[in-house]
């Protein structure tokens, strides 16, 4: 299990949900947060990877990290 320096305010477990259903759910959470919340998205979609980073530029908000498990990844973002 991989350890990260970043203790999520809320996590999203999205673990077997498919693309884009991981970045659905994440939008839904970041709309309900206030500014500077830490956000933990569990996924196991490939697509997360590539779509979440993407979004999050778009939309202006910070990927602090992505920890690798060895069958979800942990995304890390924080709300601006």
């Known amino acids: 299990m991989s ?14 949900a498919t693309c884009p259903g991981p ?11 206030d500014p500077g919340t830490v956000i933990e998205l569990q996924t196991s979609d490939d697509g997360s990877k ?16 992505v920890v690798d498990h060895d069958d979800y990844w942990s995304m890390y973002v924080e709300t601006n």
């Open 23 to 33: 970045l659905m759910d994440l939008i839904g959470k970041v709309k309900e947060s």
């Open 3 to 16: 350890e990260t320096e970043h203790e999520p305010d809320v996590t999203v477990d999205s673990r077997g």
């Open 50 to 65: 590539s779509d979440v980073p993407e979004w999050l530029d778009e939309a202006g908000h910070d990927l602090l990290e």
